[in-house]
């Protein structure tokens, strides 16, 4: 089965700074890919997904993700973050179609100085 | 609808003893998964469901039974609590419609073990 790498634990930012968190996963047939966010003491929600087709994917709240199949990586972008973005952000990797066996990234814990 | 529900939210066992955690869902989704959540690990797949009658384990199947006799219910059944099982657990759901896919979370149980 897959793994998949979220190469930062913890991200403080101030307000308006650029984000980008960087998510890498070891599958290498075909892969669906997820981000999600997860507010504190809420569950996860769906930021953005990838199944196909155009490898930039823009997603809820002006997070975009970029997927580069060469490096099997997933990275998730904001160019100017609110403090009302901090939260938990987890990349998820699905292998192939018809299957649901998702895998998660151990999170990245983003912090938003006002 | 009220899409997926998790009962109970919090529940705190004593090591040895056994309990169910339920989960349902109204959205009549094929897939259905259970996740354990822990500071630092992320997500991690315990159990999955691709129908009724159908179940798989995940990443961390050990000292967990599910199973599905309807498409609507996934319970998550703890044989004999121990206190690494101590977690966060969430249930999911998930539709597949050719290559798209989506999940939806429950809002988790909270579980101590002591």
């Known amino acids: 089965a897959q793994s998949v790498s979220q190469h930062n634990h913890h991200v403080i930012l101030s307000e308006a700074a650029s984000l980008e968190l960087g998510c890498n996963y070891s599958y290498g047939g075909t892969v669906n890919l997820f981000w999600y966010v997860q507010y504190p003491g809420q569950h996860l929600q769906l930021l953005l997904k990838y199944f196909s087709g155009d490898p930039l994917v823009k997603g809820i709240k002006g997070f975009e993700a970029e997927f580069i199949k060469s490096k099997f990586s997933f990275n998730l972008r904001k160019p100017s973050v609110q403090w009302s973005d901090t939260a938990e952000y987890f990349c998820a990797v699905k292998e192939g179609y018809n299957n649901n066996d998702m895998r998660f990234g151990a999170g990245t814990r983003l912090t938003v100085k006002p | 609808n009220a899409g997926v529900t998790q009962t109970p939210k919090f529940q705190v066992l004593k090591t040895g003893q056994s309990m169910t955690l339920q989960c349902a869902q109204d959205?009549?989704?094929?897939?259905m998964s259970w996740y354990r959540q822990d500071p630092g690990m992320g997500l991690r797949l315990i159990h999955y469901?691709?129908?009724?009658?159908?179940?798989d384990q995940g990443e961390v199947p050990n000292g967990y039974n599910v199973s599905r006799s309807t498409t609507e219910d996934f319970p998550l059944r703890l044989l004999s609590a121990a206190p690494s099982q101590t977690s966060v657990y969430f249930c999911?759901?998930?539709?597949?419609?050719?290559?798209?896919?989506?999940?939806?979370f429950g809002p988790g149980t909270r579980l101590t073990v002591t």
């Open positions: 959205m009549n989704h094929e897939y």
């Open positions: 999911a759901s998930s539709y597949r419609r050719g290559t798209h896919y989506e999940q939806y």
């Open positions: 469901s691709v129908g009724a009658g159908i179940t």
